[in-house]
């Protein structure tokens, strides 16, 4: 018996040597690294964090989040409005139903579900919040943290029943104001250096980050914070991606719990909330 | 109140988590952990931790990282060596759906064993009978069908640990 374990052993491992040097001879290959990029992504990384040539940069080393905040700014808050009004088209459909939710599922699934559900249900958070304040520093941002603090929403009402949330207060009116309050900081950010411009007489665009040479009014992107040291913030990127952050939770937590109504409360209908 | 004690109890893990996937460490980045440990405790924190005083507990987190090394090395090899045996051996399986008996008052405790049983290969959880304390398991080898006899095979050791990290 002994003998036949240990030649057992020794055979699986041989198995696993050979499946090892198949997958490694055979499967895996070498991609000589690409010397050099188009022109165009080419100038974008040459220009966004380039602090020799500030007229064209963002400040911000990330360069996907320049492009989308800075360069074609104006382009990402028409998609954030077309987003705001498929919500608020989601809600006219059930502007009639009436929520109660002491009714609302509250079995969700097991216990075993639940009690995993809830541990994730404080991590998610974090690292959304993570990935939305380091937008302008590495890959991510305000939609992207948006998204993955939605999952959290998503996992609680699948797991823990959509009346899990509702009961914690979190109603259409209150996260509907908070996707509001998003897209007013968002306004107001992009407003704010066209006004300044207007009111002191200077050229200032809508939407602009940085001073250029022929408008000279900008957000900075650097503050000392004395013992904390020098912090990059990247001017208006890192409001952009908050105000973004706060929206897109919102909004599609919102979303998600819309889609989860019961379907009796749904036909039922009743009066406005 | 209960909310505050879930932040007080949350903070250090959540800061934790902030920085290890934040990647860098400075006093900047800790003060944001901080704020946003505040945040995420004061919106689920309440649902997580029921006594603030159980999450601060050096001991438990003492023996959850003994379990967690012991888990991962030795019950894992000792549980893929059973498998693989069978695997060469199919004339030795023997599946059945067997009814462990469990005795935790804690919801992690028992969602510790139930996830531990369902980790290792050869078992796992099917079901869980909450009112009258039974998980169902389903078992690749199952030399005996009597609750007793399951449970020592399966979750006893589990169950030890459990209930020394979260009851």
């Known amino acids: 018996m002994k003998n036949k374990e240990i030649l057992l052993g020794v055979l699986a491992g041989l198995i696993v040597l050979a499946l090892v040097y198949l997958l490694v001879s055979l499967a895996i290959i070498i991609v000589p690294p690409q010397e050099d990029n188009r022109w165009l992504a080419s100038w974008f990384l040459e220009t966004t964090y380039n602090s020799e040539r500030k007229e064209l940069w963002s400040a911000s080393p990330e360069v996907v989040t320049s492009i989308l905040w800075d360069y074609r700014g104006l382009d990402t808050v028409y998609e954030t409005s077309v987003f705001f009004f498929a919500i608020i088209g989601g809600l006219m459909l059930v502007r009639s139903v009436k ?3 002491s009714k609302l599922g509250i079995r969700g699934m097991s ?12 991590s998610i958070p974090v690292v959304a919040v993570s990935v939305a304040l380091h937008g302008h520093l590495t890959p991510g941002g305000g939609f992207q943290g948006g ?3 939605a999952v959290a929403s998503l996992l609680a009402i699948v797991a823990l029943g ?14 509907l104001g908070f996707r509001t309050m998003g897209l007013i900081i968002i306004s107001i950010v992009i407003m704010a250096v066209f006004i300044t411009g207007l009111t002191i007489g200077a050229t200032g665009y809508i939407m602009q980050n940085q001073w250029k040479p022929w408008a000279p009014i900008g957000y900075g992107y650097l503050i000392n914070l004395g013992l904390l040291g020098n912090v990059l913030y990247s001017g208006s990127l890192i409001f952009l991606n908050i105000a973004e952050f706060l929206a897109v939770s919102a909004g599609l937590s919102l979303a998600f719990i819309i889609m989860a109504l019961p379907r009796e409360e749904l036909i039922k209908g009743g009066d406005l909330e | 109140m209960k909310r505050i004690r879930a932040i007080l109890g949350l903070m250090i893990p959540l800061i934790i988590l902030y ?3 934040t990647g860098s460490f400075n006093l900047f980045e800790l003060i944001l952990g901080i704020i946003t440990a505040i945040v995420v405790g004061y919106l689920f924190g309440d649902v997580v931790v029921e006594k603030t005083s159980k999450v601060l507990d050096p001991v438990r987190w003492f023996w959850l990282v003994i379990y967690a090394v012991f888990y991962f090395t030795v019950i894992e090899a000792k549980a ?23 005795n935790v008052s804690t919801d992690y405790a028992l969602t510790t064993i139930a996830n531990s049983i369902t980790n290792t290969p050869g078992t796992i959880t099917v079901d869980v009978d909450e009112k009258r304390k039974y998980l169902y398991v389903h078992w690749i080898k199952a030399v005996d069908v009597s609750d007793k006899v399951a449970k020592e095979n399966i979750s006893a050791l589990f169950e030890k640990y459990a209930h020394k990290i979260f009851d």
């Open chain 1, 99 to 101: 929520i109660d939710p």
């Open chain 1, 111 to 122: 216990v075993i579900s639940k009690t995993v559900t809830k541990i994730v249900l404080v």
């Open chain 1, 147 to 149: 998204s993955i603090f």
């Open chain 1, 162 to 175: 959509v009346g899990f949330l509702y009961r914690r207060g979190w109603s259409k009116v209150r996260l």
């Open chain 2, 19 to 21: 920085i290890v996937y």
């Open chain 2, 80 to 102: 893929h060596w059973e498998v693989l045996k069978l695997i060469f051996n199919p004339s030795g399986i023997k599946p059945a759906i067997v009814r462990v008996p469990y």
